[in-house]
């Protein structure tokens, strides 16, 4: 009988990490970057697109009215792609022209110099298309509620899209319940919230890519830790305290990850503040969202007795996939690897 459960939780691991694992990245949070500039003669203009090389079709743009493709360029840097797009117009831009992209990104930075002076926007997709303002000339001051609407959304998109922010978070719903699992979460909340806001005013630089395979290691460490702790095993203060410990500090890394991101919005100085606390707003709904849907399928489980074969598949699958996301991780950036 023992073998055949073991045999079973192994399925059920293999099942969980074909789950967690179907993104090439475990952070899926998509972001464009696109700049306008001046072209050789009057009426031409060039619009320089990056963003992940699976979205880059060749779709054409929707663009103003009188103005057409005058040619389009495209390359390929590891996972990004970087297009380039000679637009030629018969008049000059108007103060409402928009040019439509078929490229759905999750957020984009956008700049254009045809005023001369840099004006540069944070863009979010309306639907599955990102709009460029490239008749702006001008920074156009927002209200509070505008930036609350964009940067909370940003911060809800980003965690529910961010795969190993979640398995970190789905490890620390099984490894406590009740008020000592309130206090792993609100650690951990207040870990990632700090570095977030010191990484993001540039207190702290650390390296991108080192921090990233930490966050996939932190995944594994956690599952273990829950593995370990079984399902109705209750742990002793002395546990209970190095469990705090090691989630505070693993919020610090996850928080660099989070910095990273809200930089890539391209965010306004005027806006940096507001902007990170909206973000950070998002980023702890989404995760309360997450939290609550984890405890829930936990209790379907658990009515029809299956909660600690659900338990330790999807912590198997966790640690499995957080392995397997540290070693891409660190093949991307060692030489001579991958």
Same mark, same amino acid.
């Given at each position: ?7 079973l ?11 967690? #694992? ?16 001046? $072209?050789?003669?009057?009426? +031409? ?10 979205? #880059?079709? *060749? ?19 590891a ?14 831009? #108007? ?9 759905? @990104?999750?957020?984009?930075? /956008?700049?254009?110099?045809?005023? $001369? ?11 599955? *298309? ?9 920074? +156009? ?6 930036? !609350? ?13 961010g ?5 970190? @978070? ?9 008020r ?6 609100t ?9 977030l #806001?010191? !990484?993001? =005013? ?18 594994? /460490?956690?599952?273990?830790? %829950? ?11 002395r546990?209970?305290?190095?469990q705090?410990?090691?989630? %505070? ?7 660099? $990850? ?8 391209g ?18 709904? &989404?995760?309360?969202? =997450?939290?609550?849907?984890?405890? %829930? ?9 299956? +909660? +600690?074969?659900?338990?330790? %598949?999807?912590?198997?699958?966790? &640690? ?10 660190v093949?991307? =950036? ?5």
């Open positions: 009988m023992s073998m055949w459960n073991n045999m939780r192994l399925l059920l691991a293999l099942v969980a990490v074909a789950g967690l #694992a179907a993104p090439a990245a475990a952070d899926v949070f998509r972001i464009g970057e696109f700049a306008f500039t001046p $072209g050789e003669g009057p009426g +031409q203009y060039e619009l320089s697109a990056t963003m992940p090389e699976l979205l #880059a079709s *060749n779709d054409p743009l929707t663009l103003p009215d009188g103005c057409v493709e005058a040619g389009r360029e495209r390359a390929v840097d996972t990004l792609a970087r297009l380039s797009v000679e637009i030629a117009c018969e008049q000059p831009l #108007a103060p409402g022209d928009r040019i439509v992209t078929p490229w759905a @990104v999750d957020g984009a930075t /956008f700049v254009s110099t045809i005023s $001369g002076a840099p004006v540069r926007r944070a863009l979010q997709p309306e639907g599955d *298309n990102i709009v460029l303002p490239v008749g702006e000339t001008a920074v +156009q001051q927002r209200t509070l509620p505008q930036v !609350a609407v964009e940067y909370t959304w940003q911060g809800i998109v980003h965690i529910l899209g795969w190993d922010h979640l398995a970190f @978070v789905l490890c620390l719903c099984l490894l406590a319940r009740g000592r699992l309130l206090a792993l979460v650690t951990f909340t207040m870990g990632h919230s700090l570095s #806001a010191l !990484a993001f =005013f540039d207190v702290i630089r650390v390296p991108v890519p080192p921090v990233e395979a930490v966050i996939a290691l932190s995944i594994a /460490f956690m599952a273990r830790e %829950a593995i370990r702790a079984g399902g109705g095993h209750v742990a002793t203060h546990e209970y305290r190095r705090l410990a090691v989630v %505070a500090g693993f919020g610090l890394l996850h928080g660099l $990850g989070f910095a990273t991101v809200l930089r890539e919005l965010v306004l100085p005027d806006e940096r503040l507001s902007g990170l606390l909206f973000f950070n707003a998002g980023v702890e709904l &989404g995760q309360l969202a =997450f939290v609550s849907a984890v405890l %829930a399928v936990m209790a379907l489980a658990g009515r029809v007795g299956q +909660q +600690q074969r659900v338990r330790m %598949a999807a912590l198997y699958g966790a &640690g499995i996939t957080g392995c397997f996301w540290m070693i891409e991780r093949a991307g =950036f060692t030489p001579g690897l991958a």
